[in-house]
């Protein structure tokens, strides 16, 4: 089965920075585009970004560019998700996901990716 953990959440003020790490097991990690949602209280899961098996970066939410960035390290099976400048608005609980219909490619929604990681929960706020 696959499963994926995220990690390294937490209380963040505002204009600090998270780095979110994505461990996957159990699939050919290097096969697999990685992708980054959250999900607000009271709101639907929405997309961040994503990281294709070859390294390319989709971004979901215009308001993440130039302050989030992804990467993949395939030796540790793991995603990351580094986040600066952090405002309220990015208080979330954020999921990695996988298995998406072509593996190695980044889909737009979120119902697009079958494989879903617990959720780590980022608050930022003073």
């Known amino acids: 089965d696959v499963q994926l953990q995220a990690s390294g959440g937490g209380l963040v003020q505002p204009g600090g920075s998270l780095r979110l790490s994505c461990l996957a097991s159990?699939?050919?990690?290097?096969?697999?585009?990685i992708g980054w949602f959250r999900q607000a209280p009271g709101k639907e899961r929405d997309g961040v970004l994503c990281?294709?098996?070859?390294?390319?970066?989709?971004y979901y939410a215009d308001s993440v560019k130039g302050r989030f960035a992804i990467s993949r390290d395939n030796a540790k099976s793991t995603v990351y998700l580094q986040m600066n400048r952090l405002n309220p608005e990015d208080t979330a609980v954020y999921y990695c996901?996988?298995?998406?219909?072509?593996?190695?490619?980044?889909?737009?929604?979120?119902?697009?990716?079958?494989?879903w990681g617990q959720g780590t929960q980022v608050t930022v706020s003073s």
């Open positions: 990281i294709s098996s070859s390294g390319g970066t989709t």
């Open positions: 159990g699939l050919a990690f290097e096969d697999y585009a």
């Open positions: 996901a996988t298995e998406t219909p072509l593996t190695k490619l980044c889909f737009i929604g979120a119902e697009d990716f079958r494989s």
